[in-house]
């Protein structure tokens, strides 16, 4: 089964960030990881287009954009035009969510749909043939250096379940508390793809801790 890492840019260094991007360039990662937070839908802010441009013209690697925000049918072709490769909005934040991955997918983007903890995954069942990729919240969305919600897995199985009985090529990626500690637990659960912050950039060896993550 496919396994991704996606190093989380909100852990980061910004004082250094063209560093922490050529790092991320040269390691096992497979997929950038960035947080769109606009204080609304979750208590956070974190970065616009410019920054998301600045990191798309160093990245060697596919943008893996996550939308924690009101509204996001508004910016889908501005993420677009920024540099996104992956886009994921949230099942509680999109009143009509087939049409948003539609359209996700007719700018030439992949779609991903992401689910708080508290959102069960049989909500999914019928929007699944329109996502490439399910993002499941392993803690709660808006910061950085969570503890891992350890229902989590529960959630992950049975996401899995559901996915492959329909013969789904969806992947699911899991986003919180991610360390090289439960790594290998998510991958037994189902997860293809793990994000991770702290777990990367706070890392004594963050390349080292990437490729351990990765398993």
Known sequence: MIRYVAPSLLS?????????????????????????????????ISYGFPVVE?????????LDVHLMIVDPDRYLEKFRDAGANILTVHWEACTHLHRTLSEIRKLGMKAGVSLNPHTPVELLD???????????????????????IENSLSKISR???????????????????????????????????????NAVFKAENPSDAIRLIKG
């Open 12 to 44: 980061a260094d910004f004082n250094n960030l063209g560093r922490d991007i050529e790092m991320v360039n040269h390691s096992e990662a497979d997929w950038f990881h960035l947080d769109i937070m606009d204080g609304v839908f979750v208590p956070n």
């Open 54 to 62: 600045h990191i798309a013209r160093l990245a060697k690697k596919p």
């Open 126 to 148: 019928d929007i699944l043939p329109e996502a490439d990729l399910v993002l499941i919240m392993s803690v709660n969305p808006g910061f950085g250096g969570q503890k891992f």
């Open 159 to 197: 996401l899995r379940e559901m996915i492959d009985r329909k013969g789904y090529s969806t992947l699911i990626e899991v986003d919180g508390g991610v360390s090289t500690s439960n790594a290998a637990k998510l991958y037994a659960a189902g997860a293809n793809v793990l994000v991770a912050g």
